[in-house]
Each structure stands twice: as structure tokens, then as C-alpha cells.
């Protein structure tokens, strides 16, 4: 029997067993027992190969061997989990041996243009809960029967909150225990890889939450994992001073170790080569690269979580140059997604908590007379980098709709009456400008369909709205089909170019174009209303004349009955207004707008 080691940590199968490797720098001796060999404790003693790595070659083992570690330490005995292990029986329970590449199918899926992505964020364990017993929750394969839905909706991007093995059923994903498996209740690491190729086989990208700013805290077997630490903090993987400090307990990863660098950055690997996701979204990166995250003017530097992100973000452009890296910085900072030549940290695109909360106010604030439209224009004018696609823009994310504070947008308009005029008209109105702005537009599970409960790990989406709404789905699957150009007429709402036409205080008209650099003669142009009042005739300066289409009315009475017709497909150009050379007359719908093309 050929007993020759395998390269790689955690559990390396091969064709002749498996090597088991562990980090136990502190370790006096290491065993790894299991299934393999009864649980035997003594039996199988790995091999120090320096370095503080430890290796043991068994040939019994097999795809489903259940294992764990014992580290001796100082007179102490630990049974510790693989900090590598693919599959978990649960958060606390043995860790799996998993081929990981097992049925892989390399179908060379391409994630669409930056331009063109358009986002919707869901959470596995309540997205879809069909066919599930009560008290279960969704998993990767009930979350891909509602693909087809995902596809016709014209969404091209899924990002998914985090799936990395976490304490008990019920979670938002964000305080990972087992980083390198897939959480057990959704279905483990072959759902994942399910789910990933059900949604390429229609068009879909993947992107998929990750969590290096802290680990843990509960469950947390990474935790002094081989006996040593300082200050009684976290031992090998976590900083054991003041820089370990999180809102989530001590738990930052220490970036400046070699060890948990490649650590983290094997795990970034690992879902967009053997998982096959398209891209990454780095949950809370300030935290990362900042010492406190409180202190508003941004504080100081955390040198080594710089030097981390900016590392992994170039070997990742390097080997997966399509794609794509989301930052959640929420600081307006432009050296996230700035350039790697340029010192920045090289994101692609970065939530900014702003865009949210100021169009969130806007359209919440019951009185016209205490509205401003300066702060949408402001909005639509924001940009990182000179580029407008290096922000993600949405109305609604898991963290805007997640408590009794914070509630669905239409219950925030119309609280108590989260399906009536105004919260369907407001709503849509801000779906409107999202889809229109510049940036990547998101949004959040059930939105399109006027979800109106906080979102809870607890409260499946409720798919019977659905039907009941269908007019409104209809809304957001044209809005979604204009912005990615589908047709071919709307091709500015995906180029870079944004000019203000018109700013109308008193009567809280904005119209705004926007247009590809490829071809600046055919701009879109968009006229949103952010008043009650419905406005007939209403005439705004344009740049170019010509016959115009309203090619789409938010205000359209088949969206919902409660929508005032605003019948008018057809706009012809008149005289100049206001420093342009032409002008346009139109009707626009009450809290509503307008999308004209040429």
C-alpha cells in the first residue's frame, strides 16, 4: 500500500486514502482519529513536518469518514474539528471527509458586463421553504426551483447572503463557525455545487457572501484552537490584543500572520474555483482595514488588513480575471474600489450605505412640502473613481429590512398599510430611480412583490403574493429588462454618462439622461415626480429633439388599478427651454415617472 502523503491542508483525498493536515504551531503532538480507525485516540499519530503543520497518510479513509483531532498541549488534551473541513455533521459535531472535486463540470460560465449586472439578494434558509415540514428551512435545492422565476424576472445576478457551517438551522450567515464547509441545513457542499449550475444553465451569475472581518463568535472551534493564546484571547488564528477587538466579541483574524492569511485566502478560493461562484461580496471589508470602525472620519490604518485584501484581490484578478469583487465598506471611500495600481484595494464595486438612506428618506417623508430633490440629484451625481459603476445602489438589502427600525420600504411609507396607493406608487417610484441611476441596481427577496414583514432568519418569503401582485412584478421585470438594454433602445441606462436636464424644487420634477459613450445621440431620458400631484403638460428642456417613445410609465393602471392611466406613447419635440435646444411636453403619473427614448 502506497502510503505517500498528498499536498494540501484539511482532509486530502486521493486514490489511495486520505492525508490529513493540520496548523498546530504550539502542539507537543497531534493524533487525528475517526470512523477510519474506530476512534481510535492513540492509534494514528501525525507526523510534525515543521513549521507547526502536522500530517497523517490513512489509507482506510474515505470519501465519509467522519474525523476530528487531538492536540496535546501543555498537559491539556483538545479534540478540535479540521479548521479545513469541507462538510460538517453540524456546527459542533465531527468534521466529513468531501471530494470536492467530484462531478465537476467545467462549463466556463461568464458572469454578464459590470454594466449590465443586475443584482437580487436572497437568504437560502427563507427564500423558498416549499415542500419543506414546519419548523425546516430552505435549502440550496428548494432556493433552485425558483430559478426559472429568477431568469424571467431578468435578473442576471444572485448574491447570496453567507453559507459557510453556522451555529444551529436559523441564521443571517455572518457569524461563521466552519468557514470551508457549506452549511449543513442547506443541503452541504454538493447543494452548493447544485445550485450554482442550475443558475449558469439559465444565464445566472452567483456571487456569494464572505465573512473575513471576524469569525464566530459561538461555535467557534478555530477559537485558542492548539491550546495557546495571550490575554486570554483567541490563540493562532485571532490577533490577542487590542486589534482582535469587533462588535462581534475579539474575533478578528490575525492578518499579519503568514498561516491565517493563506488561511482566508484559500477559503476565498475555494467558492470561486471548485464552487465555481462568479464573484464575492466581502461582508463589512472597514473592519478589515481599519482599527475602529467607529470613528467616522475613518481612524487609523490596520496595515495588515490592507496588505490582506489587496493581496487576495490580485492573485484573484489574476486567475479569475471575469470576475467579480464586491466590497460592503459603507465608508464613501474611494480607495476601495480604486485601482490596485494605484494603492487602492481593487474592488470592483462597493455598497455605499448612503445611496440607500438618503433616497430611503426622500421617499418615506409623508409631506411634499419637506422633500427634496436636491439629495436625489446629488445621489444620481455620486460616484467613485470617475467610474458610476463602482457602487452597488439598492433601496432595500438584508440590513435595511431586518427590524422593527428598519422595515420593508412600503411599510415604512405607509406603515399599517404597507399595500396601499402610496406605498405601492412611492415604492416603485424608488425602484424606478434605482434601475435608472447610475451603479449596479439590487434588490432584496420578495421586494418585486411588495414584501412588507422585516426580514427574520425565522419568516420564510411569502411566494403567495406572487400572483397578487403580479402587476408589480411586471413593473420591475420591465424596469430590469430596460436597464440591461434587452431590447436594444435603452442602451444608456447601462453606459456611464449622466446629465441633469431639469430641476424643478417647487414641483419636485427631476429629469435626468443618460447615455452610452458609444452612442451619446441616443441617450434615455427619465422624468420622475416625487409629488402627489399628477402633472399634465409638463414641458422640460432636452438636448436633442426628434419623436420620442415613453417606452416606460410607472404610472400605468396595469401595473395596478390604483395607478392613474397616463396614456402617451408617442412625444414630439418643441421649441428650446432653458438652455437646451429642444424640449419635450408629457404627463407624469403621481409619485411616479417616465422613461423616453428616441
Request: charged share 25%.
Amino acid at each position: 500500500m502506497n502510503n505517500e502523503k498528498y499536498s494540501g491542508m484539511g482532509a486530502i483525498l486521493g486514490p489511495e486514502g486520505v492525508t490529513f493536515r493540520v496548523w498546530a504551531p504550539n502542539a507537543e503532538k497531534v493524533f487525528v482519529f475517526g470512523s477510519f480507525n474506530e476512534w481510535n485516540d492513540s492509534s494514528c499519530e501525525m507526523e510534525h513536518e515543521g513549521n507547526g503543520y502536522w500530517s497523517f497518510h490513512a489509507s482506510d479513509a474515505s470519501e465519509g469518514t467522519e474525523y476530528k483531532f487531538i492536540i496535546h498541549n501543555n498537559g491539556n488534551v483538545l479534540h478540535r474539528n479540521d479548521p479545513y473541513a469541507l462538510k460538517m455533521t453540524n456546527s459542533v459535531g465531527n468534521s466529513v471527509v468531501y471530494d470536492l472535486w467530484k462531478d465537476f463540470n467545467d462549463h466556463e460560465f461568464r458572469p454578464p458586463a459590470i454594466n449590465e449586472m443586475v443584482i437580487y439578494e436572497l437568504h437560502i434558509g427563507t427564500f423558498n421553504r416549499e415542500g419543506r415540514e414546519d419548523g425546516q428551512v430552505g435549502d440550496f435545492y428548494t432556493a433552485a426551483k425558483k430559478l426559472d422565476y429568477i431568469r424571467d424576472l431578468g435578473v442576471n445576478t444572485v448574491e447570496i447572503m453567507p453559507v459557510a457551517e453556522f451555529p444551529g438551522d436559523l441564521s443571517w450567515g455572518y457569524n461563521p463557525s466552519n468557514p470551508f464547509a457549506v452549511e449543513t441545513s442547506y443541503g452541504g457542499p454538493d447543494a452548493l455545487k447544485h445550485f450554482v449550475f442550475e443558475a449558469h444553465m439559465r444565464g445566472i451569475a452567483v456571487i456569494l457572501d464572505v465573512v473575513y472581518n471576524h469569525l464566530g463568535p459561538t461555535d467557534l472551534n478555530l477559537w485558542q484552537y492548539d491550546g495557546w493564546e495571550e490575554n486570554g484571547k483567541g490563540g493562532i488564528y485571532f490577533y490577542n490584543d487590542h486589534r482582535a477587538k469587533t462588535p462581534w466579541g475579539d474575533t478578528r483574524p490575525d492578518y499579519g500572520r503568514p498561516e491565517v492569511r493563506n488561511y482566508l485566502r484559500d477559503n476565498a478560493l475555494l467558492w470561486l474555483e471548485a464552487f465555481q461562484c462568479d464573484g464575492l461580496r466581502f461582508d463589512a471589508t472597514a473592519i478589515i482595514r481599519l482599527l475602529n470602525v467607529d470613528d467616522q472620519m475613518g481612524g487609523a490604518v490596520l496595515e495588515e488588513g490592507v496588505g490582506f485584501l489587496r493581496s487576495l484581490n490580485q492573485e484573484i484578478k489574476e486567475k479569475f480575471p471575469h470576475k467579480i469583487l464586491i466590497a460592503e465598506d459603507l465608508k464613501f471611500d474611494s480607495s476601495v474600489t480604486a485601482d490596485l495600481d494605484q494603492g487602492g484595494l481593487g474592488f470592483d464595486s462597493q455598497w455605499g450605505i448612503g445611496f440607500s438612506h438618503v433616497l430611503r428618506e426622500v421617499l418615506t417623508i409623508s409631506n411634499d412640502h419637506d422633500r427634496s430633490i436636491n439629495a436625489v440629484e446629488n445621489l444620481l451625481l455620486s460616484k467613485f473613481n470617475n467610474d458610476v459603476f463602482e457602487k452597488v445602489i439598492y433601496t432595500e438589502s438584508h440590513d435595511e429590512v431586518a427590524n422593527i427600525e428598519s422595515k420593508r420600504l412600503p411599510e415604512e411609507i405607509q406603515p399599517g398599510d404597507a399595500e396601499g396607493e402610496y406605498a405601492k406608487k412611492k415604492s416603485t417610484l424608488g425602484a424606478l430611480v434605482i434601475f435608472t441611476a447610475p451603479g449596479i441596481p439590487m434588490i432584496f427577496q420578495g421586494q418585486e412583490f411588495l414584501t412588507y414583514e422585516h426580514f427574520h432568519d425565522s419568516k420564510p418569503l411569502d411566494w403567495g403574493r406572487l400572483e397578487y401582485f403580479g402587476g408589480i412584478v411586471n413593473l420591475y421585470r420591465d424596469l430590469i429588462h430596460l436597464r440591461k438594454a434587452s431590447e436594444g433602445f435603452a442602451r444608456g441606462l447601462n453606459g456611464q454618462g449622466i446629465d441633469i436636464l431639469h430641476h424643478d424644487d417647487q414641483g419636485l420634477v427631476l429629469a435626468y439622461a443618460r447615455y452610452h459613450h458609444d452612442d451619446p445621440d441616443n441617450p434615455v431620458v427619465i422624468v420622475v415626480n416625487f409629488s402627489v400631484e399628477t402633472k399634465l403638460g409638463y414641458r422640460f428642456g432636452v438636448h436633442h429633439g426628434g419623436n420620442w417613445n415613453v417606452i416606460f410609465n410607472s404610472g400605468w393602471s396595469g401595473y395596478d388599478q390604483v395607478f392613474s392611466e397616463v396614456d402617451v406613447k408617442e412625444v414630439h419635440s418643441g421649441e428650446g427651454l432653458n438652455g437646451k435646444q429642444h424640449s419635450l411636453v408629457v404627463d407624469i403619473p403621481s409619485y411616479g415617472g417616465l422613461i423616453l427614448s428616441r
